[in-house]
């Protein structure tokens, strides 16, 4: 079947506006990472889910963001007043189980003007 | 807090030359070390991990508790074999910390 999707690809914004980056796992995956990764670093964890249940979100850099995946598949992730220092490629992964092998999709690069 | 380290940003190397990616990371108990890879305008990859001793594309990584590190090997590097390497380990739940990256540039 399909692998990891994220939509959208590309996104830019104005500071101060809301944006909202949505993954779709594999289907039937039980767990769900969020990372970010600003150029020239290697990705950085942001939060990760199993099912519904949001497991860890020690690595969201502040209150601005949040994410959630209100029925265990699909998940959006939303940073709220952006700022330009929230530019970077956001990369979203699936695995059957918790510690499994991870399934990257292609990544939204968000860009705040 | 638990790290990993990718001491080269860009290793360079002619086809045919051995080469070895450099990853060393923050002792812990017993830790799940993995490479990832990403080739140009393709998404990021599980290459291998620790765990599983295989050889992938011709690659291998030995974990080294002693030295703490987790290099990547091949003894003849292949133009193919041109990306971005990222040395990876699972913490708590799964997520990954990973190393900066390592760009590989194999030139014919």
């Known amino acids: 079947g399909a692998g990891v999707s994220q939509s959208p690809r590309y996104k830019v914004t104005k500071r101060g506006q809301d944006v909202a980056l949505r993954c779709d796992p594999i289907s039937g995956h039980v767990s769900l990472y969020w990372y970010r990764q600003a150029l020239g670093q290697g990705p950085e964890f942001l939060t990760y889910?199993?099912?519904?249940?949001?497991?860890?979100k020690s690595g969201l850099p502040n209150d601005r963001f949040s994410a959630e995946r209100p029925e265990g598949s699909i998940s959006t992730l939303t940073i709220q007043r952006t700022e330009q220092r929230d530019s970077a490629m956001y990369r979203c992964a699936s695995s059957q189980q918790q510690g499994g092998e991870q399934f990257f999709g292609p990544g939204t690069r968000l860009t705040v003007l | 807090a638990q790290r990993v380290t990718q001491p080269e940003k860009l290793l360079s190397v002619f086809k045919g030359a051995p080469v070895e990616l450099k990853c060393n990371y923050s002792y812990s108990g017993s830790p799940e070390l993995f490479w990832y890879v990403q080739y140009s305008r393709q998404r990021l990859q599980l290459l291998l991990r620790?765990?599983s001793r295989e050889s992938i594309k011709g690659f291998t990584a030995d974990l080294n508790k002693g030295e703490t590190s987790f290099h990547l090997k091949k003894p003849f590097a292949q133009e193919e074999d041109s990306a971005m390497y990222y040395c990876a380990r699972e913490n708590q739940g799964g997520k990954l910390i990973f190393g900066q990256g390592t760009e590989l540039s194999v030139k014919p």
């Open positions: 889910f199993n099912y519904e249940a949001q497991q860890d």
């Open positions: 620790h765990i």
